[in-house]
């Protein structure tokens, strides 16, 4: 099921002549909902405003954080090309992800050198639900970890990155910033192994929906060994998560369609159209950023962006006479998660809900538990 919903969100990237028009918004929305897996409380609109007025993108913030998280994201699928996925690259992707956020006191981009741990806030070592390994032990175990990102298994891709979240997340080798790095990973191994032409997948929506089982299922694994119990948790979300993600796809491309006949339809193509193809890079945007991203002048520029409200496709959202700041209405909406925001109860629910008959079985997840602890031990 996992790699069949994969196998079509990537045929659905190959097919199109210029998916790159949308992919930054995938990494908006992943970025804003890893960082709230952490605490902030920053959304999707709160770091648009922030690209559109950096003087509200204070370091420290909450969404100081998430512009973070996008540049480390960028960073990392950037380097790809030029470095492997390897210890260095981590520490870098670290070094960006804190540079000038919350956690730049903590030592960004090396590895801890003091003992970190896992519990409640406020708790001590002796309070701590997981004690991830010490110091002089760090190290053995990343080379292990790296060494398992190089070696192949002969197990299915998603499997291998799924493992490789888990002993990340275990290894816990920051000081801060180690579930971010480590749900960015799946990301990059993806995209690394080429399963995923476009960097599209983002499975911090389906930990945070089902945030309780996530953590109880990283926590069966240190304290049970219980693999195939995480595999299925983590092979279910990829396959729904790749679902959600086609479907949202197919939608842009629906949207930009209809978007493209309305305003040639209105006899505005020479700029509405330049404009339309800037609004799916910047959904949130004023009559100066649309005159500088065209190429015409401000009279020009108001022109357009008020047919394209005339038409429902933008919308003003200050609801002043000056400095007017027009949102991308349409497009936007398929980003917004409203079930997650009002609907808090679903997260302690999950853990019961039964599976669907197409999704993986217990069974079919201990069996490739088996295959990755044998695999584990080869490479070892």
Sequence with gaps: MADQALGRLDGIVRVVPDPDFFVGMYVRREAVLSSQIEGTQSTLEDLLEAELD???????????????????????????STLPLSLRLIREIHAELLRDGRGAHSDPGNFRRTQNWIGPPGAGLAQATFVPPPVPELQDALADFESFL??????????DVGLAHAQFETIHPFLDGNGRVGRLLITLLLVRSGTLRRPLLYLSHYFKLHRAEYYDRLTAVRLA???EGWLGFFLRGVAATAIEAASTAERIFELRET?????????????????????FQRPLLNVTVAAELIGTTFPTASRVIGTLEDLGYLKEITGQRRRRIYRFEPYLDLFTDLDIETNPASVEATAAAPLKDDELTEQEAMDLALEAQRATRRSG
Excluded: C
Aim: proline share 8%; net charge positive; no cysteine.
């Design 225 to 227: 060994g219980d693999w």
């Design 54 to 80: 950096p003087d509200k993108n204070r370091p420290g913030s909450d969404v100081g954080d998430i512009v973070n998280y996008v540049r480390a994201m960028n960073f990392g699928l950037e380097r790809l």
């Design 259 to 279: 978007a493209r006949t309305a305003i040639i339809d209105a006899k505005l193509a020479q700029h509405g159209l330049p404009l339309l193809a800037a609004l």
């Design 150 to 159: 190089h070696r192949p298994s002969g197990l299915p891709v998603i499997v």
